[in-house]
């Protein structure tokens, strides 16, 4: 128990620190490098098998919560060009991982779940169930992170800036998305409770990322049927520093030795989802109307929560991106592993 608290003590703190620094995934980048560092350093690092269980029950719970009822009425405006965004995201995920296991010393399933356009608090911790090297998936995708967050936005407002563009643009109307808050205690019971039912059947199936899968769904029906579910942010942060804590405390020496090897599927990565962005954005603007800068940020490679902000930031007072990038999110996370497992099966 003591080796325990020592590891969600010190993976705490320097998220916390990474998060003020406002450092992408800072929560969760934080608590790996910290748990890493303990490890490497004193050995005392240790987080049990069971925590990885408990973050992925209150990521699935958390993910479901972040859909609205709005949202599904504005599904069947959006349908297509959601079909259109999974299937390149999925097309971009194969060619990817083929193109990172070929040019690099990672397994197939490593190399896939690298390239997954998840979440930096998701992925991870389902490649771990899956049996892929965490610390690697981990760096990846704080990669595509940094890059989705930092440099795609910038590009992405120039791009939509250009006079070919602005001519084509069509005047839509913006659709407001109605969101809805409940921060009581009772309901964060039950819907903990719900979560954590279905969470653990999931888990029984031996199913890959099902008890993340198995967590959201049911969360979502609770959620959408009542409108009583409720996941306050500091549960999702806890599962952040909790995953961090249990991938960090499993990385040895050898496996930041080999971080060094990673420039180059790394590259091949950024340049793979800034192509995309351009031909999914593009074919999503000529099919359906939709404006180029909305198009191109809903195929960015980052997340829900932080596509809200960014686009704010940017000029773009639609929701759809936002709801674009939650069923990315919700897609990505429970079928793309089973597609990865699948792929995986035949050629090894």
């Given at each position: 128990m003591e080796k325990i608290l020592l590891t969600m003590l010190v993976?705490?703190?320097l998220g916390y620190i990474f998060l003020k620094l406002k450092i992408p995934g800072g929560l969760m980048v934080g608590s790996i490098v910290a748990s890493t560092i303990l490890n490497i350093s004193t050995g005392l690092a240790y987080m049990p098998p069971s925590s990885r269980v408990l973050a992925q029950l209150i990521a699935g719970a958390f993910i479901a919560i972040g859909l609205e009822k709005s949202d599904l009425y504005?599904?069947?405006?959006?349908?297509?060009?959601?079909?259109v965004l999974i299937a390149g995201m999925l097309i971009l995920n194969i060619i990817s991982g083929f193109l990172i296991y070929y040019t690099s010393s990672m397994d197939l399933t490593t190399s896939f779940m690298s390239a997954v356009p998840g979440g930096m608090s998701d992925i991870p911790i389902i490649s771990e169930e899956m049996g892929a090297d965490s610390s690697k998936v981990t760096a990846m995708q704080f990669i595509r992170m940094v890059f989705g967050i930092g440099v795609f936005p910038y590009l992405i407002s120039k791009v939509s800036q250009l006079k070919y563009f602005k001519d084509e643009e069509i005047e839509n109307e913006i659709y407001k998305r109605i969101t809805s808050s409940n921060n009581s205690f009772l309901d964060l019971l039950i819907t903990m409770g719900i979560a954590s039912v279905f969470g653990i059947i999931g888990k029984w199936t031996g199913i890959p990322s099902a008890t993340l899968v198995f967590s959201m769904i049911s969360t979502m029906v609770f959620k959408l049927t009542t409108n009583r579910g409720s996941m306050p942010r500091w549960m999702r942060r806890f599962?952040?520093?909790?995953?961090g804590a249990y991938i960090g405390s499993s990385i040895e020496m050898k496996e930041i030795i080999e971080l060094k090897y990673l420039i180059i599927p790394a590259f091949l990565l950024i340049m793979g989802y800034l192509v995309a962005c351009f031909l999914i954005g593009g074919l999503i603007h000529k099919k359906f109307d939709m404006p180029m800068n909305e198009a191109m940020l809903a195929a960015t490679?980052?997340?829900?929560?932080?596509m809200a902000l960014?686009?704010?930031d940017i000029g773009i007072e639609s929701a759809d991106v936002i709801v674009l990038q939650i069923i990315?999110?919700?897609?990505v996370v429970s079928i793309f592993p089973q597609i990865i497992r699948f792929i995986v099966s035949i050629l090894e």
């Open positions: 993976s705490l703190i504005r599904l069947k405006h959006i349908f297509k060009p959601a079909l599962a952040q520093v909790l995953s490679p980052a997340g829900a929560s932080d960014i686009s704010a990315r999110l919700v897609t």
